[in-house]
């Protein structure tokens, strides 16, 4: 048997986002010491460092949207900005000491298992290769910005930019500006530029549930309490972490919390759009909770301004200085900002990933992606996952369950070393009964119901959500439990999953 586990054991992460930066912590806090945490942005953030569009905030509350480990009990106001956020995990990453394991300015393009050595072979844009043990990939689900389809009819003489990639040299001060999308990068951008510029067209392929989003600064006494009684910031984060745990019912088509929230969503819109046309054009058609919920504090306000319109027809073709839509409609416009979102059920897919025999990882996935506990699949062995298939949770913070994953995975790592193994491989019987679950616990949400989002595979499975409660998650990671995972390399190739779509259900 292989001994290569005797020496200590490496691990590269890809991805310096909130994800890769916890675990860095906890294997340092686990004796773990030969890491690399590589990042293709010059600092640490994830999408907080890429992100920098104006508006951008988390729709997450402040003190649920970070560490257990380390309460922030400066957080300016209920959700934070962007800048502050970013903010918090630099501090962290300088509070436990990880810029000697920062790889940055450094993209990682392909990963190949190595059957003799149990090792993985991590390639880089400039051909650079290293070898690891363990990998771990914690990219996450926002790191491929999809560009809408638009036909360049005649050569487009304004700019046009995705909001994932934005430009801070474009002055939108008295410009004619599109923004394409009604997400919560939307629900967030567009308020913005419209106290800019001159015309703002906000261009829909269908409107989308907008909730409330009551945003304050907290008072100088919330924040003294935070600061000085380190009970009090625990108790308000566990209240926090509570009450999203008991909306969890909102993912269940039809049930009483889905009727709750829509009736405030309507009851919203209405008291906020005067206007009846208007108002028809922004009352969605799709049930609440099937697309990712948008909360916002004055986004239906800024639709309803005199210089803002809402076009009700997908964006089609661009000309020398227009916007075509697929009625036909022209809107002159200087600056197209695309808010249409990520690939984020196309895990990995910016990355070659080949496992046992030389197994591509997205040939693997061909029918949606999967992964036991979303870290581990079969095929792929010393290879893990933070915020992979099925983890975004539907009513939590995911840094809740990317922590959850980080200590399985620390644990997973320490057993290897407690039993001098140098390889672990969830086994394919495990994988399917949980998959089996998976969609067993996902009958009866409303992500089944008639209605697109990134949420799903090109078949229809739904790849991205977490059909069950946070506090459910835990439970299942909170054991490393030996018994899924075979210790040493089988003779036998290992076949893809079957899988399918999610039988439907109706609206």
Not at 305 to 323: F, M, Y
Not at 413 to 433: Q, T
Request: aromatic share 10%.
């Amino acid at each position: 048997m292989t001994t290569v586990m005797a020496r200590a054991m490496s691990v590269g992460i890809i991805g310096a986002g909130p994800g890769g930066l916890a675990l860095g912590i906890f294997l340092r806090k686990a004796g773990f010491d030969d890491f690399t945490i590589f990042d293709r942005e010059d600092g640490v953030g994830g999408t907080w460092r890429i992100n920098t569009y104006p508006g951008l905030a988390c729709d997450v509350k402040s003190h649920l949207y970070s560490y257990s480990f380390d309460l922030n009990p400066h957080w300016s106001r209920l959700w934070s900005g962007q800048p502050e956020i970013l903010e918090y995990f630099e501090r962290c990453a300088q509070r436990y000491e990880l810029s000697d394991k920062l790889r940055l300015n450094t993209e990682i393009v392909s990963a190949t298992w190595l059957s003799e050595q149990h090792q993985w072979v991590l390639t880089t844009s400039t051909g650079e290769e290293r070898r690891f043990d363990i990998v771990v990939s914690a990219i996450g689900l926002f790191t491929q910005p999809v560009m809408p389809d638009l036909v360049e009819e005649e050569p487009f003489t304004g700019t046009i930019m995705h909001t994932a990639k934005w430009d801070h040299s474009v002055d939108l001060s008295g410009a004619r500006v599109a923004v394409l999308g009604t997400g919560s990068t939307a629900a967030q951008l567009v308020p913005e530029v419209a106290k800019k510029a001159a015309k703002v067209y906000s261009v829909q392929r269908s409107p989308t549930w907008v909730l409330p989003k009551p945003d304050r600064p907290y008072t100088a006494r919330e924040k003294w309490m935070f600061a000085h009684i380190p009970l009090a910031k625990k108790i308000y984060r566990t209240r926090l972490w509570l009450r999203s745990e008991s909306n969890i019912s909102v993912i269940e088509h039809g049930s009483d919390k889905t009727e709750e929230f829509k009736n405030i969503a309507l009851r919203t819109l209405e008291a906020t759009v005067p206007d009846d046309e208007l108002r028809a054009k922004l009352t969605p058609d799709h049930p609440l909770g099937c697309k990712r919920l948008v909360f916002a504090t004055d986004y239906l306000q800024a639709l309803t301004k005199p210089h803002v319109e809402v076009v009700s027809s997908p964006a089609r073709a661009l000309r020398s200085r227009t916007l075509v839509t697929e009625d036909g409609t022209e809107l002159d416009v200087d600056v197209v900002l695309c808010a249409t979102g990520y690939a984020a059920a196309d895990y990995l897919g910016q990355i070659d990933v080949r496992g046992v025999d030389g197994a591509a990882l997205g040939e693997t996935w061909r029918n949606g992606a999967y992964a036991y506990l979303g870290m581990t699949v079969p095929g792929y062995p010393n290879f893990f996952m933070l915020y992979g298939p099925n983890t975004n949770v539907g009513s939590n913070s995911v840094i809740f369950i990317l922590e959850a994953q980080a200590h399985y995975i620390v644990r997973a790592l320490a057993h290897m070393r407690r039993r001098n193994r140098s390889y672990v491989e969830v086994r394919p019987d495990v994988m399917k009964r949980y998959l089996d679950k998976i969609d067993t616990w996902m009958q009866g949400t409303v992500w089944l119901t008639r209605c697109s989002s990134y949420f799903r595979a090109p078949n229809g499975r739904v790849v991205t959500q977490w059909p069950r409660s946070a506090r459910d998650f835990w439970a299942l990671t909170r054991w490393f439990r030996p018994g899924d995972y075979e210790f040493s390399e089988t003779s036998c190739r290992r076949a893809p999953i079957d899988v399918g779509a999610q039988t439907a259900a109706q609206q």
